[in-house]
Every structure is written in structure tokens, then in C-alpha cells.
T-cell receptor, first 115, second 113 residues
Framework: GENVEQHPSTLSVQEGDSAVIKCTYS??????FPWYKQELGKGPQLIID?????GEKKDQRIAVTLNKTAKHFSLHITETQPEDSAVYFC??????????????FGSGTQLTVLP | NAGVTQTPKFRILKIGQSMTLQCTQD?????MYWYRQDPGMGLKLIYY???????DKGEVPNGYNVSRSTTEDFPLRLELAAPSQTSVYFC????????????FGPGTRLTVL
């Protein structure tokens, strides 16, 4: 089955700096790559996603890049703010997911933005 | 709209006890999922459902059961609780469609002692 590896597991940055989280996947047929943000005590929430037909997508301070050849994708957060502190999960929908389109998640990155 | 609600928020069980984790949604989504989240391990899919009356196993189904009698409700049953089932459980929903967002509930923190 699909294997998604996420790095780093923890990341601390100064407020205003950029943060980058990387994920690699094993199923070359995977074609959808969302990122979820989980704030303390809450369920994950989608913040950005990318499909396999594009290499980059931006939404204000957040961007995701995809390299299908190398089978990795990254989340970029610029001008980080204290409210960006959370756990971030990457995910994929592997080719064998079936009609339910169930996600395979990475292990998560705890991002801390230091004031 | 409440979205996805889960009850209880917290629960402590003794080994061998049983319980049902409730999940209810008012979004009229066909697809529903149960995940467990262990520290440093991401989310693992336990069971999922593509509509009322249809359920299927995910990656880690052992020790759990589900039912889906209505679109709104997707309860998760734990029989004979074990310490290995100590985790945070999340329910999620999604509309049909290839790339649609999953909406998560707030979670249930379960401890088995």
C-alpha cells in the first residue's frame, strides 16, 4: 500500500521566518495531495491541496509544490505568525483507494512559531 | 449547522469493557470515516462508509465494529477494550467526488487502563 513519510517531526521558527515541511510518497499513481492543519484539541482542517497536473499552488502565505518525478511534495509557509503554530499533516489518495477516496496520512509535523 | 459532532469528548475504560463512540453529521455527506491518532503516528483509517448500509474496513479495523443505518450517524463500537486502543479517535465526512475535502469532528480521547 501507499507509504507517506513526513519530515521534520518538529519545527521551530522565529515569527516572520519561513517554514518548509516535506513529504515523500511511494505510489507513483497517487494524484491528489492535501495538507491538513490540526490546532490543539481540534480535528484536522484542510488548508491547501494540489492535484498531480500542476507543480505549484499558492494561497496567500501558504504554498504547496509537487515533484512527481521524485515523488515528493512540500508545504511552504511564509511570514509565519503565532497562529500558524499547529500540527501539519500531508496526505495522498493512492491509486488503490477505491470509491471512498480514503486518505493516507503522513506522521505529522509540530510547527512552533516563536515570538 | 453543527458540522461533525462526536461524543463523548473524553472517556476512561477498564480493560475488557465495551463502548460506542458516536459520530453525527448534518452536512448530508455520503462518505464517513473513522480514524485513530496515536502520538507521532499520524492518522490511521479504521473503517469507512460510502453511504447508509455500506461499510468497509480500513487499515486498522481489528477490535472495532461500525454500522451505518442513516446518512447522519456512523457509530464506532469497541468490544473488549485493550490498552492498545488508547488513542484519540476522529470521525470525518466527505461529499462524493474525487478531490473533495474531508471535514473532521473534534475527536474523542479514549484511555484504556
Amino acid at each position: 500500500g501507499e507509504n507517506v513519510e513526513q519530515h521534520p517531526s518538529t519545527l521551530s521558527v522565529q515569527e516572520g521566518d519561513s517554514a518548509v515541511i516535506k513529504c515523500t510518497y511511494s505510489d507513483s499513481a497517487s494524484n491528489y495531495f492535501p495538507w491538513y492543519k490540526q490546532e490543539l484539541g481540534k480535528g484536522p482542517q484542510l488548508i491547501i491541496d494540489i492535484r498531480s497536473n500542476v507543480g505549484e499552488k499558492k494561497d496567500q502565505r501558504i504554498a504547496v509544490t509537487l515533484n512527481k518525478t521524485a515523488k515528493h511534495f512540500s508545504l511552504h509557509i511564509t511570514e509565519t505568525q503565532p497562529e500558524d503554530s499547529a500540527v501539519y499533516f500531508c496526505a495522498t489518495i493512492p491509486a488503490g483507494a477505491g470509491s471512498a477516496r480514503q486518505l493516507t496520512f503522513g506522521s505529522g509535523t509540530q510547527l512552533t512559531v516563536l515570538p | 449547522n453543527a458540522g461533525v459532532t462526536q461524543t463523548p469528548k473524553f472517556r476512561i475504560l477498564k480493560i475488557g469493557q465495551s463502548m460506542t463512540l458516536q459520530c453525527t453529521q448534518d452536512m448530508n455527506h455520503n462518505y464517513m470515516y473513522w480514524y485513530r491518532q496515536d502520538p507521532g503516528m499520524g492518522l490511521k483509517l479504521i473503517y469507512y462508509s460510502v453511504g447508509a448500509g455500506i461499510t468497509d474496513k480500513g487499515e486498522v479495523p481489528n477490535g472495532y465494529n461500525v454500522s451505518r443505518s442513516t446518512t447522519e450517524d456512523f457509530p464506532l463500537r469497541l468490544e473488549l477494550a485493550a490498552p492498545s486502543q488508547t488513542s484519540v479517535y476522529f470521525c470525518a465526512t466527505k461529499t462524493s467526488g474525487r478531490y473533495n475535502e474531508q471535514f473532521f469532528g473534534p475527536g474523542t480521547r479514549l484511555t484504556v487502563l
